[in-house]
């Protein structure tokens, strides 16, 4: 609400995996989403399609954006692209969505351009592909 965030969310697939884990990775992803926001009230789209034998969910939004050359850095753990006084923050958290995706057998990445926002996908493997 202090943020007058807006959510859209278009329908999402049922997949196994451990429940609270896959919430904090959405949590997480969203959290981002809104902690890093541009000038304008705060705009994220959680989406989901299917590609082969994965769920491909991406969460977009209009935020600060990241520079592409930091894709990967921002995924080790501790790596923050910004000093604590600007953002808050441990530097631990995409470090753990990446990992809680592995263990369920999928990817994760980030697409972006400074300045226009970023989209974070990750992978999971279809439910019934995986009984």
């Known amino acids: 609400e202090e943020t007058s965030t807006v959510i859209y969310q278009n329908p999402l697939p049922v997949v196994l995996g451990d429940e ?7 949590q997480n ?5 809104i902690k890093f926001r541009g ?3 705060p ?17 977009r939004d209009n935020g600060i954006g ?4 930091y894709k990967d850095r921002i995924f080790q753990i501790f790596q923050r692209l910004h000093s604590r006084d600007e953002y808050d923050g ?3 958290g995409l470090a753990l969505c990446m990992k809680i995706v592995e263990l369920h057998k999928g990817k994760i990445w980030m697409e972006s351009e400074e300045g226009k926002g970023a989209t974070f996908y990750f992978t999971l493997p279809d439910r019934e592909k995986t009984v």
């Open 43 to 59: 705009q994220i789209r959680v989406t989901a399609e299917r590609q082969g034998p994965d769920w491909v969910f991406a969460i």
């Open 20 to 26: 609270v884990q896959l919430l904090q990775v959405f």
């Open 29 to 33: 992803l969203i959290a981002n989403a």
């Open 90 to 92: 441990t530097g631990i």
């Open 39 to 41: 000038p304008e009230s």
């Open 66 to 69: 990241i520079d592409p050359q």
